[in-house]
């Protein structure tokens, strides 16, 4: 319908969802979601009635296929690879988060951040072990959030030592920290 009539992707249900949030819903490829982001990128962090953005529903339905899939698997962290199976583990991740990171390439080209909605996304990415290149671009959308909430900041922080990600992530994170707390940071061993 989106090539037929463009104002098509602006048409919500009884609940507040735009097309977008469906393409999320219903697990669609990122070549319908790219489509429908085009179409309406004015509206892609618009929330439903349960509070809901797109992105909010493509993060969780990652979830729910990594759960499933991953059910026994204990790999939650982004140190160098020690073995096959953690690489393997890694490149999986890569593929399972691709549609998020592809939301939130997104919002950093159109310079969007993360609105009141999506305040805890980065939070579970990070529990959840999304993969570095996602992590980056997460944080740089929750930056004003990281600014001014320390308990957000400080709970990203917590993650991120656990997950072992990357240098180069922590040192994008910290600079995204809020300056006040970040000489009185106590994290417990």
Known sequence: MVFCERRAALIAD?????????SCLVERNTAIID?????????????DKLGKTALCYAVEKTIEQKQFTERQNTMDYWGIPRGKEES???ERQFQTWAKVRFILLSYSVRKKVFVPGER???LKVLENAG???LVEVSVFAAQGMLKTDPM????ALRLFLKRHY???NLQFLLHHFPEEHVESINIPR
């Open 120 to 122: 805890d996304l980065l």
């Open 131 to 133: 993969p570095p290149e």
């Open 152 to 155: 957000l900041a400080l709970h």
């Open 88 to 90: 393997e583990w890694q």
């Open 166 to 168: 990357p240098i180069k």
């Open 14 to 22: 009884r609940d507040g969802r735009l097309p977008i949030h469906w």
């Open 35 to 47: 489509r429908m982001i085009r179409t309406n990128f004015h509206h892609m962090q618009r929330e």
